[in-house]
């Protein structure tokens, strides 16, 4: 999922470039909700991790 956003950053990025308003508004808009949801992703894994605690010791 990380090689998407990262796609479409370059491609709003090359659009951006050109001038190409409406392919670089879709490409910064899916790169803009993708961005979030790994962001709450983020947040879910760390808030377990903290539950989770650490192994127990062998």
Not at 28 to 40: G, H, S
Request: hydrophobic content about 70%; proline content about 5%; charged content about 5%.
């Amino acid at each position: 999922m990380l090689r998407w956003i990262i796609t479409f950053l370059i491609i709003a990025l090359i659009a951006g470039v050109f001038g190409f308003t409406g392919v670089a508004g879709a490409a910064t808009d899916v790169a803009r909700i993708l961005f979030y949801i790994f962001l709450v992703l983020l947040l879910v894994a760390i808030i377990a991790g903290l539950f989770r605690g650490s192994p127990p010791a062998p």
